[in-house]
């Protein structure tokens, strides 16, 4: 099993940063062999894919809507993954959840952490 524990969110500024970090224990699992991924949901919404990272963190993806803004990283040796925020809108309120899968393209996230509250005041 994998428990997953993101922090790091809060109210910030319009144009200001946040940086999440999201904490694994994995018992019995390897957290250097899984791909980890960022998702947000904002009030309303349905869940939405914001960034993800490989294994080695040699690949990250970003969506559309946080390119430029957002940087994913992940530190293996302290089995966390972080979530840099910059230029921050009121449109990136939402909740943010961290996620982990293991195998190739089109394995589902298997491993969710309970979220965090991001709130960006205009």
């Known amino acids: ?33 899984y791909n980890m991924g960022w998702f947000r949901q904002a009030p309303g919404k349905e869940r939405e894919f914001v960034a993800a990272i490989s294994p080695t963190g040699v690949r990250t993806y970003n969506a559309e809507s946080v390119k430029g803004r957002f940087t994913i990283s992940r530190d293996n040796a302290k089995k966390t993954v972080y979530l840099q925020m910059n230029s921050l809108t009121s449109e990136d309120t939402a909740v943010y959840y961290c996620a982990a899968r293991s195998g190739g393209p089109g394995v589902e996230y298997g491993y969710w952490g309970q979220g965090t509250q991001v709130t960006v005041s205009s």
């Open 1 to 33: 099993q994998m428990q997953l524990v993101e922090s790091g969110g809060g109210l910030v500024q319009a144009g200001g940063s946040l940086r999440l970090s999201c904490a694994a224990s994995a018992s019995g699992l390897t957290f250097s062999s």
